[in-house]
T-cell receptor
Framework: DAMVIQNPRYQVTQFGKPVTLSCSQT?????MYWYQQKSSQAPKLLFH???????NEADTPDNFQSRRPNTSFCFLDIRSPGLGDAAMYLC??????????????FGAGSRLTVL | GQNIDQPTEMTATEGAIVQINCTYQ??????LFWYQQHAGEAPTFLSY??LDGLEEKGRFSSFLSRSKGYSYLLLKELQMKDSASYLC??????????WGAGTKLIIKP
């Protein structure tokens, strides 16, 4: 089945120790997104790729970086995690197009714990 | 600013009907989504409305009134597996997706 796969599902790290989360999609979607979601809050968009075009949200901290080496894969790097970065990180993809009907397909998420 | 308002939590009984409301103030409108999110899992797409009126999909229906900036998700014949958070999201004039914080729905036997 075509899907969005995130690894790892659970990541525990120490304060300041870099973390990389990965995402792959077999849907052949040209747009990929990284969201941060804290408990009982709306998902917060960190950045998205429209094809190779990288779009960083204005309020995404510099501590968060991303790479998209090819259409199928996307990585989220957190260079120096703080306690406030503990959250669920959701990767999503869509078929793109500047349209309102852009349905996002999400991965199962990576839950980050910072000790 | 842009804003999506939904109740934080609702409780309903198995077999009953529940309506989850969403109001929005956004810069432009290009459609409204409802997603379901079970605890600890990713959101999954439920419905999309861009024109006024009711869209029905089995036990779930979604309604939109653009003039009122209002939508609701109607769930019929509630089942225990419907216990989840329901997220309302609006695509604005720049095709940015604005998310609500979600409504946690608790189903009791």
């Amino acid at each position: 089945d075509a899907m969005v796969i995130q690894n790892p599902r659970y990541q525990v790290t120490q304060f300041g120790k870099p973390v990389t989360l990965s995402c792959s999609q077999t849907l052949n979607h040209n747009v990929m997104y990284w969201y941060q979601q804290k408990s009982s809050q709306a998902p917060k968009l960190l950045f998205h790729y429209y094809d190779k075009d990288f779009n960083n949200e204005a309020d995404t901290p510099d501590n968060f970086q991303s790479r998209r080496p090819n259409t199928s894969f996307c990585f989220l790097d957190i260079r120096s995690p703080g306690l406030g970065d503990a959250a669920m990180y959701l990767c999503a993809s869509s078929s793109g197009g500047r349209t309102g009907a852009n349905v996002l397909t999400f991965g199962a998420g990576s839950r980050l714990t910072v000790l | 600013g842009q804003n999506i308002d939904q109740p934080t939590e609702m409780t309903a009984t198995e077999g009953a009907i529940v309506q989850i409301n969403c109001t929005y103030q956004t810069s432009g409108f290009n459609g409204l989504f409802w997603y379901q999110q079970h605890a600890g899992e990713a959101p999954t797409f439920l419905s999309y409305n861009v024109l006024d009126g009711l869209e029905e999909k089995g036990r779930f229906s979604s309604f939109l009134s653009r003039s009122k900036g209002y939508s609701y998700l109607l769930l019929k014949e509630l089942q225990m597996k419907d216990s989840a958070s329901y997220l309302c999201a609006v695509t604005d004039s720049n095709y940015q997706l604005i998310w609500g914080a979600g409504t946690k729905l608790i189903i009791k036997p």
